[in-house]
């Protein structure tokens, strides 16, 4: 669909880029050739000619980066259950509390990835220990908060804010 326009900037060369803007509500569609794209938006590369060799030069090495990438195969096993960590990266699954031990190094990045930390943060029960607390304290909360946000890690700071909301409603008294 892009081959059919025309570049709405210059008029001249054909549509290559398609910008879609939303100003205030409503939607605004830009068809733009490669240049003048690189001209309106500072994110959209600007691509000159290129040979045949460094297309195919910068897709292999992109290849060789994203195999390095690549997490590769661990062969450990849980020493108490004897759960292959293989078999935990493919269903995500723990069998025992002592996995968390066994593999601590390796499932950091995916707690992370998926938990937004690697501290529990969650509902703490009657009577658990002071640490734990300390964790649901709104200082605490707040420090952390500016933490997220000055890494830019903005899930995590609207968790955390959320967080922080339900244990002011909770001291209010209007938990809901």
Not at 57 to 75: F, G, H, I
Request: charged share 30%; glycine share 6%; aromatic share 6%.
């Amino acid at each position: 669909m892009l081959g059919k326009h025309i570049c709405m900037s210059c008029k001249q060369n054909p549509a290559a880029v398609k910008l879609t803007k939303l100003i205030k509500g409503s939607v605004e569609e830009l068809w733009l050739c490669q240049e003048c794209a690189a001209q309106q938006n500072p994110y959209q590369k600007k691509i000159g000619a290129l040979s045949i060799e460094q297309v195919l030069a910068t897709l292999l090495n992109q290849n060789k980066k994203e195999m390095a990438a690549k997490p590769r195969s661990v062969d450990i096993e849980c020493s108490s259950c004897g759960l292959p960590f293989d078999s935990y990266r493919s269903t995500l699954l723990l069998g025992c509390s002592e996995c968390y031990a066994s593999f601590e190094k390796y499932l950091i990045a995916d707690l992370r990835k998926f938990h937004g930390a690697t501290t529990h943060c969650g509902r703490v029960p009657e009577g658990a220990p002071p640490v734990l607390e300390h964790n649901r304290n709104p200082r605490e909360i707040r420090r952390r908060l500016r933490e997220a946000v000055e890494s830019e890690d903005f899930q995590r700071a609207a968790r955390l804010r959320d967080e922080l909301r339900q244990i002011e409603l909770r001291a209010e008294g209007k938990e809901s």
